[in-house]
Every structure is written in structure tokens, then in C-alpha cells.
């Protein structure tokens, strides 16, 4: 089975503070996806990784950065969080052509 | 026109009834097609993907898929409350393992 963790359940921050979300996953995935998904907006892509430090922008990258030091683990950033980024933010890894699976989520609150 | 588009429901279904889920895709070229169950509060679980035309059954879940209309349907036998969940078709984008989701149908199963 795939395992894909992310480091906090629930996430409360104060606007301007830089924030960081981490997801591991164990089964040795090439691909890697952060998404946020808002009531009425449906999954929004990101960023995502397709190998070792290699990224691309996905639909709504203003606001965020990402890191993939290591295979196993790609990280979100926000830099300076404001209150719109107030979401549930979900990781996700993929082999190829067997489609996506998915964290459990981090809900992040911005105040 | 939306590149997956669903129903977004509530689609109610009677215990013990079949539950049809639709999904039309734009892209012509699309190969395999995904079907995820999110319940509320969770993050998207991949319960089935078909990659050709006709059916795919894995227990009470049949996948369907008509390349020449452009729609994959998910039905669900003998429905249980335990299905009761918002469910996501996602498509390939070409070329990587992005996927492109609809928004979603949200199902409910009445006892």
C-alpha cells in the first residue's frame, strides 16, 4: 500500500509568517503534487515534482514555493501567509499511469 | 467548455439501489480515466481507473467508458450509507502524470 504522510493534521498560523507543509511518501514515486482544495473550487494544482529537484508551476502558484531535496519528501512553502491562503492543502505521489494517491491533508488556518 | 465536467449532485440514492455517477471529458486523446471517493473531511481515495472501452468491475464499483461519446460513468450496486461520499473522475494530462479533476458529484445514500 502507499503511504504518503504530511507533517501536521491541522495548522493554525498568524499572517506574514513563513509556513511550511511536508510531505513524505514511502513508496519510491517519481511524481509528487501539492494541491489546495476549497469549497465550490474543487482540487487546484500547485506545484508538482517530477523528479529530484525538478518542479513546475501548476495552476495557482502565486504565493508559494516548493523543495524536493530528497525523492521522498516535497515540501510547500509559503512565504509570507496571508489570510487567502486559508485551505485544505493536500500532497500527493504518483507512479506512472496509475494515477494519484493522496495525504491525508493539512487543514491551514490563516488568521 | 470544462475539460471534465460532472454533475455536482446531491445525487440521492435509496439503500440497496444503483448509483450512477457520469463524467464527460473534452480531450479525445485522453487514455485512462480515474475515479476517486472523497468523504467529508478526508482527501480523495482512488477507487477505480479503466483505460479502454467497456467495463471495468471491481466488486459492487463498474467503471464504464465510451471513447466515441466522451464520458465514463461510475455505478455503484447495492448502495450502501457507507457510500455516501462526494466522488471525483479525473483525466491524464497528456505527456505527464498531472490530472485534470471535476469538481465533483456528491452522493448521498438514503437508508
Known amino acids: 500500500d502507499v503511504k504518503v504522510t504530511q507533517s501536521s493534521r491541522y495548522l493554525v498560523k498568524r499572517t506574514g509568517e513563513k509556513v511550511f507543509l511536508e510531505c513524505v511518501q514511502d513508496?519510491?514515486?517519481?511524481?509528487m503534487f501539492w494541491y489546495r482544495q476549497d469549497p465550490g473550487l474543487g482540487l487546484r494544482l500547485i506545484y508538482f515534482?517530477?523528479?529530484?529537484?525538478m518542479k513546475e508551476k501548476g495552476d495557482i502558484p502565486e504565493g508559494y514555493s516548493v523543495s524536493r531535496e530528497k525523492k521522498e519528501r516535497f515540501s510547500l512553502i509559503l512565504e509570507s501567509a496571508s489570510t487567502n491562503q486559508t485551505s485544505m492543502y493536500l500532497c500527493?505521489?504518483?507512479?506512472w499511469g496509475q494515477g494519484q494517491y493522496f495525504g491525508p491533508g493539512t487543514r491551514l488556518t490563516v488568521t | 467548455q470544462k475539460e471534465v465536467e460532472q454533475n455536482s449532485g446531491p445525487l440521492s440514492v435509496p439503500e440497496g439501489a444503483i448509483a450512477s455517477l457520469n463524467c464527460t471529458y473534452s480531450?479525445?486523446?485522453?487514455?485512462?480515466f480515474f475515479w476517486y471517493r472523497q468523504y467529508s473531511g478526508k482527501s480523495p481515495e482512488l477507487i477505480m481507473f479503466?483505460?479502454?472501452?467497456g467495463d471495468k468491475e471491481d466488486g459492487r464499483f463498474t467503471a464504464q467508458l465510451n471513447k466515441a461519446s466522451q464520458y465514463v460513468s461510475l455505478l455503484i450496486r447495492d448502495s450502501q450509507p457507507s457510500d455516501s461520499a462526494t466522488y471525483l473522475c479525473?483525466?491524464?494530462?497528456?505527456?505527464?502524470?498531472?490530472?485534470?479533476f471535476g469538481t465533483g458529484t456528491r452522493l448521498t445514500i438514503i437508508p
Open positions: 500527493a505521489t504518483a507512479d
Open positions: 480531450d479525445r486523446g485522453s487514455q485512462s
Open positions: 513508496m519510491d514515486h517519481e511524481n
Open positions: 515534482s517530477y523528479d529530484v529537484k
Open positions: 479525473a483525466v491524464p494530462v497528456f505527456g505527464n502524470e498531472k490530472l485534470t
Open positions: 479503466i483505460y479502454s472501452n
